[in-house]
Nanobody
């Protein structure tokens, strides 16, 4: 059974930084794509960054490019999302999610509807 557990959220001031973690189990990283998503208050889930296990080249949403870094430590079964220069509009619940690369069909890497398995999320609140 694939499981994802996010951590690292919290309350931070504008301009600060956070590193979110997503610990995964029950999967082989090379066989999946992993995405990070944010759901702001009253909003849908927005794709922020994604990485396919076989090439480890991250994709970033234009809205966060230059402020976030997706990294992975497959030896520890963890992926990270570093977010810098946080803004109040970054407030929300942050999720990681995965999709098997063996699943048929084309998809956009930052489309939340493309992902099958989700963690429980970690809350980030940015104070102004």
């Amino acid at each position: 059974e694939v499981q994802l557990v996010e951590s690292g959220g919290g309350l931070v001031q504008t301009g600060g930084s956070l590193r979110l973690s997503c610990a995964y189990s029950g999967l082989v990283f090379n066989d999946y794509i992993v995405g990070w998503f944010r759901q702001g208050p009253g909003k849908g889930r927005q794709g922020l960054a994604a990485m396919t296990g076989h090439n480890r080249r991250p994709d970033y949403a234009d809205s966060v490019k230059g402020r976030v870094t997706f990294s992975e430590d497959s030896a520890r079964d963890v992926v990270y999302l570093q977010i810098n220069r946080l803004r109040p509009e970054d407030t929300g619940t942050y999720y990681c999610a995965v999709r098997s690369l063996r699943k048929a069909g084309t998809f956009l890497h930052l489309d939340p509807d493309a992902y099958d398995i989700w963690g429980q999320g970690t809350q980030v609140t940015v104070s102004s």
